[in-house]
């Protein structure tokens, strides 16, 4: 069951949203919850050039912007927790940490069941060329525990913890983890969940597939599994098709494998990487 949530903290759009989301979860299924506050020092630490008799670089710290970083996260932590208090949640703790925010995530969530984040949050590098921070898609990778990532609120309006569950599976051992950490955390009972599973060689196969990942849904309590088998004549990438379905059905969430390597989970992760970057509803990844 889901004990214990630690949602990332910077003021950013997503962030407050990954909040909203993260405070229901915990108040649901009655979880202590730990907002993160990160003032992210390491990049204000920044290499500054010096002339050439000098060594290369040194490390400039900008004493201003970090005053100014660690003010606003003093709003943003007492924002968290009065919404904490609104929420409901009994159990509730906010403080602030510097340093980089990936590996401060990594300290931190070793106590914790599931990090919430928002998609467009703890942005590591001024100007990056993708939508989706460096920073993001470092921990979505490397990070052991279970990750649900949230947009901002244009996005991520069906995005309710009664909306039903979009989870692509295709029974490769990233996939296959997924689903059991979804439902071993509680977070299936009561969803109405659809799997998807792609199978180019036979949409009867396919469909099998999805069926069995159903009957495990079901005995976590899941009010309703519902096993969509595609085949050969599906078109599209899987990425599209489990956003296509996530838009028909108005799914507040989508489940999913990061990075696998067969089926659904493409070689090299591009499945995960388009759904990362573009998902309009909460992503729930586990690799």
């Known amino acids: 069951m889901l004990r214990s949530i630690v949602i990332a903290l910077d003021g950013s759009p997503s962030s407050l949203q990954a909040i909203r989301l993260g405070l229901e979860l915990a108040r649901r299924h009655q979880a202590h919850v730990e907002g993160l506050g990160i003032v992210n020092s390491a990049w204000i630490q920044h290499p500054e050039a010096v002339p050439a008799d000098g060594i290369a670089y040194k490390i400039v710290l900008n004493p201003q912007e970090l005053q100014d970083s660690a003010e606003r996260m003093k709003t943003v932590l007492r924002d968290f927790e009065d919404k904490a208090s609104e929420a409901g949640v009994a159990s509730c703790k906010a403080r ?72 692509g599976y295709d029974g490769s051992p990233a996939s296959s983890r997924v689903i059991h950490m979804f439902a071993l955390l509680g977070l299936a009972a009561g969803r109405i969940i659809h799997v998807i599973t792609l199978d180019r060689s036979s949409a009867v196969r396919a469909e099998e597939t999805a069926a069995r990942a159903c009957t495990l849904l079901r005995r976590h309590r ?57 998902c309009p509803t909460p992503l729930f990844v586990h690799h």
């Not at 467009?120 to 460096?134: F, M």
């Not at 108005?250 to 989970?265: D, L, S």
Request: aromatic letters at 4%; charged letters at 20%; a negative charge.
């Open 96 to 167: 602030r940490v510097e340093g980089n925010p990936a590996e401060a995530i990594e300290i931190e969530a070793a106590s914790h069941d599931l990090i919430v984040l928002g998609r467009g949050s703890l942005v590591s590098v001024a100007g990056e060329i993708s939508e989706l921070p460096w920073c993001v898609e470092h921990i979505v990778r490397g990070e052991p525990r279970p990750v649900l990532l949230v947009p901002d609120g244009t996005a991520s309006r069906q995005s309710g913890t009664q909306a039903p569950v979009v989870v």
């Open 222 to 278: 899941a009010a309703e599994a519902y096993a969509v088998g595609l085949g050969d004549r599906e078109a599209g990438t899987p990425a599209e098709t489990i956003l296509g379905l996530t838009k028909t059905l108005g799914a507040g969430m989508i489940v999913m494998g990061a990075y696998g390597h067969r089926g659904i989970q493409e070689i090299f992760g591009s499945c995960t990487r388009e759904v990362l970057h573009v």
